[in-house]
């Protein structure tokens, strides 16, 4: 029996055209127990497994397989479940980069301009990217500092000690995986990692985050 995060060495015997093949040996290389020790490191490592699973496919991908197993292991060594999810919001968008949906976030999608560090811009989730308040004069800024973040995670840079704007984080995760990963149908572990990061005294993002959630506002993103 297998825990669930452990990375080893399976040998077969491949039967030509069966389903069925025979396991004659597994040799463990990591275990991993420790991301059942929190909610946060779990459920961070979960969708981290998800994104691969959902959006992988069989062919052998090195950089995928490397990402996602130093993604584990980053959150496994977190001191706490603050660094534990912003270690799992990094790998996600490193995956979500390598999997083939890399958001835009230095050019304007739209008019393609190079954008200025210090310029706020806004979010076009069916382009994939940002664009500057110019092409697209409606939905809610996204500040420098948050664009950053974003910029930085896309090419696995885990933000310091806290967000600029955790809610403007996690409203970005969660349209944009919706949008261009699951097509729609919901990671089962995406709403339990973003209440993880909700429940976070530091990651979330206290102001006006009332009973509407981030759904309300992933609408302001002009999904
Ligand atoms: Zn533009």
Redesign the pocket.
Known sequence: MLEPFTEGTATFYHRQGRDLHTLSGFDLIRSRQGLGRSMAAFAGASLLAELVLSAGTEEPHPEIFETLAAGWDAIVEAPDADTALRTALTGAWSLVALLGFEPQTDH?V????PLVPSEPVRFDTTAGGV??V???PAGRVIDPASRAELHGMVRGATPGRTLANPRLQRALLRVFLLTHVAHDRAFRSLELFLDEMRASPVLGGGEGDGGEGDGGEAGGLGA
């Open positions: 304007c739209v008019c393609e301009r664009a500057c110019r092409c697209r």
